[in-house]
């Protein structure tokens, strides 16, 4: 078996390796840490971090995973119709 370990600094998501890096150019701190926070909420790092601050049983992250999947899918129906223009 291979060894899995994760390069320091990545994070697993589905099987692959993902390595968030900013480039801090002319010691502008703040703009790199601006790019930095748009990555982490682009990958859902502020999302996973706040599901994870308390243990959600079996049943109520079920019921969730389902109500985000209908309201997905009544987005995604509403911008079609819109596209289509109903």
Do not use: C
């Not at 959600?56 to 992250?61: A, L, Q, T, Y």
């Amino acid at each position: 078996m291979r060894d899995r370990r994760l390069p320091e600094g990545g994070k697993r998501v589905r099987g692959v390796t993902v390595i968030v890096q900013v480039i801090v150019r002319d010691n502008n701190v703040d703009q790199a840490l601006r790019a930095l926070k748009k990555k982490m909420q682009r990958e859902g790092v502020f999302r996973e971090m706040k599901l994870r601050r308390h243990f959600e049983k079996p049943s109520e992250k079920k019921a969730r995973e389902r109500a985000e999947a209908i309201r997905r899918g009544r987005k995604l129906l509403r911008k079609r119709m819109e596209r289509e223009g109903y």
